[in-house]
Each structure stands twice: as C-alpha cells, then as structure tokens.
C-alpha cells in the first residue's frame, strides 16, 4: 500500500503562486509515476502534470508554462509550483501514484486533496 499526503493549498489572489506538496509513503519502491488532478464544482476532473521515476514530466495545456511538477526521491515528495494563478485554477488538486506504464485517469492511489482557491 501506498499512502500520499498533500499540504500547501489555499487562498490566492489572481497572479499569484503556490506550491503543493505530495509526500508518499509506505511501499513507494513500486511507484512508476506521480502527479496532480484537480477536480472543481461542475467540470470533469483534469490530470495537470505527471512526473515518471526517471523524471521524465508532462503537463496539461491550461497549465503549460505556469506550472512546474518536481520530486525529492530521497524525501519521496512530489511538489507542484504553481504561478501566475487564475480564478479558473480554483479546485481541490488530488495527488496521485501509479505502479502502472504511466499516470492517468485512473491511478492506483489517491490523496485526499488540498483546496486551492484564487480569487478575481
């Protein structure tokens, strides 16, 4: 089993940043991927970036160039740093892990979730 525990969510004024965090633990030696969903009020929920265990990295277009996804082996955390925040950032990001090829839309394990909210 694997346990991922987020941390950093909150309130934000358009333009401004946040780093999420994702520490993992448990068996994480099995662990070939991580990375962030969000889920907002009414939308379907959207895979934001995705780290692989060689470092290899992917993002969503509405996040592209904003976002940055990294990860700590030693400390088996997985941040995302986010900038020049928009309102239409605002969801509950979930932090994810896959023992599979690669994450998506259905990974093996789920963190609970931090809010993110940014206002106008």
């Known amino acids: 089993q694997v346990q991922l525990v987020e941390s950093g969510g909150g309130l934000v004024q358009t333009g401004g940043s946040l780093r999420l965090s994702c520490a993992a633990s448990?068996?994480?030696?099995?662990?070939?991927?991580m990375g962030w969903h969000r889920q907002a009020p009414g939308k379907q929920r959207e895979l934001v970036a995705t780290?692989?265990?060689?470092?290899?990295?992917n993002y969503a277009d509405s996040v592209k160039g904003r976002f940055t996804i990294s990860r700590d082996n030693a400390k088996n955390t997985v941040y995302l740093q986010m900038n020049n925040l928009k309102p239409e950032d605002t969801a509950v990001y979930h932090c994810?892990?896959?023992?599979?090829?690669?994450?998506?839309?259905?990974?093996?394990?789920w963190g609970r979730g931090t809010q993110v909210t940014v206002s106008s």
């Open positions: 994810a892990a896959t023992l599979g090829i690669a994450l998506g839309p259905s990974p093996d394990y």
């Open positions: 448990g068996n994480t030696f099995s662990i070939t991927a």
């Open positions: 780290i692989t265990s060689a470092g290899s990295t």
